[in-house]
């Protein structure tokens, strides 16, 4: 009995998620593996680092996207849960400059 409450609470433990949120570093994020980015992704959005900038501006911090439109980046990051999320930055059409980061699963 004791054993298999102890595997319970180990298996619990290991349920949880890698997430440790922390403030966005640009070396960090651009050498930093998808969890990494994860763990700033939080602070990017809420932080605005990237409202106003030009989308040379944004690359040169977080450097290339894995997808993009005319509107939107698209940064592969993870929280350590099954399925990958996107942090989106979005750019106005009018300035070409970012209006907005979402984080998007």
């Given at each position: ?5 102890l ?12 997430n440790?949120?922390e403030?966005?570093n ?6 930093g ?9 939080a602070?990017l959005?809420?932080?605005e680092i990237?409202?106003?900038k ?18 939107n980046?698209?940064?592969l ?9 996107h942090?989106?930055v979005n ?9 907005d ?5």
């Amino acid at each position: 009995m004791k054993h298999t409450i102890l595997l319970l609470f180990i298996y619990f433990l290991s349920c949880g998620n890698n997430n440790k949120a922390e403030k966005f570093n640009k070396e960090k994020w651009r050498n930093g593996s998808q969890i990494e980015r994860g763990n700033m992704s939080a602070d990017l959005v809420e932080s605005e680092i990237l409202i106003g900038k030009n989308k040379n501006q944004v690359i040169k911090l977080l450097g290339n996207p894995k997808d993009s439109t005319k509107v939107n980046f698209h940064y592969l990051i993870d929280f350590g849960y099954m399925t990958p999320f996107h942090l989106d930055v979005n750019f106005d059409m009018t300035n070409n400059k970012v209006k907005d980061v979402t984080l998007i699963d």
